[in-house]
T-cell receptor
Framework: NAGVTQTPKFRVLKTGQSMTLLCAQD?????MYWYRQDPGMGLRLIHY???????AKGEVPDGYNVSRLKKQNFLLGLESAAPSQTSVYFC????????????FGPGTRLLVL | AQSVTQLDSQVPVFEEAPVELRCNYS??????LFWYVQYPNQGLQLLLKYLSGSTLVKGINGFEAEFNKSQTSFHLRKPSVHISDTAEYFCAVIPNSGYSTLTFGKGTMLLVSP
């Protein structure tokens, strides 16, 4: 099992460019999450999904969109990147409810110039 | 809404010394509590969690935490740390009734030196 994988590992964007981050899990988990991690801020939830075809907003959703067309994949999109979106992005998944252990990917480091 | 406060942003300690990483939470309802660890350049992984039962919870790598409802705390402890314990540690909380999301603290960096 690969667990949770994220693509790409690192990306540099110019302000206004768009991109999609891909998260894939092979554990048949229902719940998937996107977090961003900034120094001194801990992890903040961007969006999450409780099953295929469903998505919901987290704590900091502005400027991001998500899609969960397949159970194993959760995509995070930035339509028009801004320097404030420079961060490390983590995807996670859990079997069912929020109290289940979340399994994290290795992260994507994004720099917006 | 719930919140988590990790009182120390950084804790330096010598190898084989004991360590305590502090976590306090605020919530109007009962909660479940978690500690996650992030090793350098990696994602987070679960150390331990408290859902119910004994207030002393044992986790991986020799860590344990004690849930104290009256003091709204969930401090993480290890009696003897190793260099390999150098990492960032995150406390997290979620209400055990109703629907809500997991809230993470800002993290405590544990720096173990020889």
């Amino acid at each position: 099992n690969a667990g949770v994988t994220q693509t790409p590992k690192f990306r540099v964007l110019k302000t206004g460019q768009s991109m999609t981050l891909l998260c894939a899990q092979d554990m048949n988990h229902e719940y998937m999450y996107w977090y961003r991690q900034d120094p001194g801020m801990g992890l903040r939830l961007i969006h999450y999904s409780v099953g295929e075809g469903t998505t919901a907003k987290g704590e900091v959703p502005d400027g991001y969109n998500v899609s969960r067309l397949k159970k194993q994949n959760f995509l995070l999109g930035l339509e028009s990147a801004a320097p404030s979106q420079t961060s490390v992005y983590f995807c996670a998944s859990s079997y069912s409810t929020w109290v289940e252990t979340q399994y994290f990917g290795p992260g994507t480091r994004l720099l917006v110039l | 809404a719930q919140s988590v406060t990790q009182l120390d942003s950084q804790v330096p300690v010598f190898e084989e010394a004991p360590v305590e990483l502090r976590c306090n939470y605020s919530s109007s309802v009962s909660v479940y509590l978690f500690w996650y660890v992030q090793y350098p350049n990696q994602g987070l992984q679960l150390l331990l969690k408290y859902l119910s039962g004994s207030t002393l919870v044992k986790g991986i790598n020799g860590f344990e935490a004690e849930f104290n409802k009256s003091q709204t705390s969930f401090h993480l402890r290890k009696p003897s740390v190793h260099i390999s314990d150098t990492a960032e540690y995150f406390c997290a909380v979620i209400p055990n009734s109703g629907y809500s999301t997991l809230t993470f603290g800002k993290g405590t960096m544990l720096l173990v030196s020889p």
